[in-house]
Nanobody, 124 residues
Framework: QVQLVESGGGLVQAGDSLTLSCAAS????????VGWFRQAPGKEREFVAA??????????TYSDSVKGRFNISRDNAKNTVYLLMDNLQPDDTAVYYC???????????????WGQGTQVTVSS
Protein backbone atom coordinates (compact mmCIF):
# COMPACT_ATOMS: atom_id res chain seq x y z
CA GLN A 1 0.00 0.00 0.00
CA VAL A 2 2.86 2.36 -0.84
CA GLN A 3 2.39 4.69 -3.78
CA LEU A 4 5.36 6.52 -5.31
CA VAL A 5 5.39 9.56 -7.59
CA GLU A 6 8.57 10.81 -9.28
CA SER A 7 9.09 14.35 -10.51
CA GLY A 8 11.86 16.75 -11.49
CA GLY A 9 13.01 15.37 -14.83
CA GLY A 10 13.64 17.54 -17.84
CA LEU A 11 15.96 18.56 -20.66
CA VAL A 12 19.34 19.95 -19.64
CA GLN A 13 22.78 20.52 -21.12
CA ALA A 14 25.92 18.60 -20.21
CA GLY A 15 27.34 19.90 -16.94
CA ASP A 16 23.98 21.00 -15.57
CA SER A 17 22.31 19.73 -12.41
CA LEU A 18 18.88 18.32 -11.62
CA THR A 19 17.11 17.13 -8.50
CA LEU A 20 14.60 14.31 -8.76
CA SER A 21 11.92 13.75 -6.13
CA CYS A 22 10.19 10.56 -5.04
CA ALA A 23 7.14 11.30 -2.94
CA ALA A 24 5.54 8.44 -1.02
CA SER A 25 1.92 8.36 0.04
CA UNK A 26 0.27 6.20 2.64
CA UNK A 27 1.94 4.64 5.64
CA UNK A 28 5.25 5.93 6.95
CA UNK A 29 7.75 3.22 7.86
CA UNK A 30 10.40 3.35 10.56
CA UNK A 31 12.58 0.83 8.69
CA UNK A 32 12.55 1.19 4.92
CA UNK A 33 14.61 1.57 1.77
CA VAL A 34 14.20 3.71 -1.35
CA GLY A 35 16.25 3.41 -4.52
CA TRP A 36 16.62 4.97 -7.94
CA PHE A 37 16.95 3.05 -11.19
CA ARG A 38 17.22 4.24 -14.77
CA GLN A 39 16.53 2.77 -18.17
CA ALA A 40 17.88 4.13 -21.43
CA PRO A 41 16.45 3.19 -24.85
CA GLY A 42 17.51 -0.32 -25.82
CA LYS A 43 19.10 -1.03 -22.45
CA GLU A 44 18.15 -2.92 -19.31
CA ARG A 45 17.03 -1.10 -16.22
CA GLU A 46 20.08 -0.40 -14.03
CA PHE A 47 20.68 0.53 -10.42
CA VAL A 48 21.67 4.12 -9.65
CA ALA A 49 21.49 4.77 -5.91
CA ALA A 50 19.64 3.73 -2.77
CA UNK A 51 19.09 4.82 0.80
CA UNK A 52 17.98 2.76 3.78
CA UNK A 53 17.09 3.68 7.33
CA UNK A 54 16.64 1.29 10.25
CA UNK A 55 16.54 2.29 13.91
CA UNK A 56 19.38 4.81 14.21
CA UNK A 57 21.27 3.70 11.11
CA UNK A 58 21.24 5.40 7.71
CA UNK A 59 23.12 3.91 4.77
CA UNK A 60 23.52 4.82 1.10
CA THR A 61 24.80 2.99 -1.97
CA TYR A 62 25.76 4.27 -5.42
CA SER A 63 26.67 2.71 -8.74
CA ASP A 64 30.23 3.32 -9.89
CA SER A 65 29.06 5.44 -12.81
CA VAL A 66 27.46 8.09 -10.57
CA LYS A 67 29.71 8.09 -7.50
CA GLY A 68 30.91 11.60 -6.74
CA ARG A 69 28.23 13.19 -8.94
CA PHE A 70 24.89 12.00 -7.52
CA ASN A 71 23.63 12.18 -3.96
CA ILE A 72 20.57 10.54 -2.44
CA SER A 73 18.82 12.01 0.60
CA ARG A 74 15.49 12.04 2.37
CA ASP A 75 13.10 14.49 4.01
CA ASN A 76 10.96 12.77 6.62
CA ALA A 77 8.63 15.74 7.06
CA LYS A 78 7.71 15.63 3.36
CA ASN A 79 7.92 11.83 3.10
CA THR A 80 10.17 12.32 0.09
CA VAL A 81 13.50 10.96 -1.18
CA TYR A 82 15.66 13.07 -3.48
CA LEU A 83 18.29 12.29 -6.05
CA LEU A 84 20.64 15.24 -6.52
CA MET A 85 22.40 14.90 -9.87
CA ASP A 86 25.43 17.06 -10.61
CA ASN A 87 27.57 17.40 -13.73
CA LEU A 88 25.11 15.51 -15.87
CA GLN A 89 26.39 13.85 -19.04
CA PRO A 90 24.64 12.50 -22.14
CA ASP A 91 25.14 8.95 -20.83
CA ASP A 92 22.86 9.86 -17.93
CA THR A 93 19.92 10.22 -20.32
CA ALA A 94 17.21 7.76 -19.29
CA VAL A 95 13.87 7.33 -17.62
CA TYR A 96 14.48 7.41 -13.89
CA TYR A 97 12.34 5.24 -11.61
CA CYS A 98 11.86 5.29 -7.87
CA UNK A 99 11.52 2.01 -5.95
CA UNK A 100 10.74 1.22 -2.32
CA UNK A 101 11.04 -1.89 -0.16
CA UNK A 102 11.95 -3.23 3.26
CA UNK A 103 15.46 -4.45 2.49
CA UNK A 104 18.37 -2.58 0.90
CA UNK A 105 17.70 -2.05 -2.79
CA UNK A 106 20.56 -3.18 -5.01
CA UNK A 107 19.13 -4.54 -8.27
CA UNK A 108 16.11 -4.11 -10.56
CA UNK A 109 14.83 -7.54 -9.47
CA UNK A 110 13.05 -7.41 -6.16
CA UNK A 111 9.76 -7.05 -4.37
CA UNK A 112 9.53 -3.29 -4.77
CA UNK A 113 6.90 -0.68 -5.13
CA TRP A 114 7.58 1.35 -8.30
CA GLY A 115 6.87 4.86 -9.44
CA GLN A 116 5.85 5.74 -12.99
CA GLY A 117 9.21 7.23 -14.00
CA THR A 118 10.47 10.66 -15.03
CA GLN A 119 12.47 11.46 -18.16
CA VAL A 120 15.94 12.99 -17.91
CA THR A 121 17.54 14.11 -21.17
CA VAL A 122 21.07 15.52 -21.29
CA SER A 123 22.31 17.18 -24.47
CA SER A 124 25.94 17.83 -25.34
Amino acid sequence: QVQLVESGGGLVQAGDSLTLSCAASGRTYSSFAVGWFRQAPGKEREFVAAIRWSTGTLSTTYSDSVKGRFNISRDNAKNTVYLLMDNLQPDDTAVYYCAAGWTMITSPAGNYYWGQGTQVTVSS
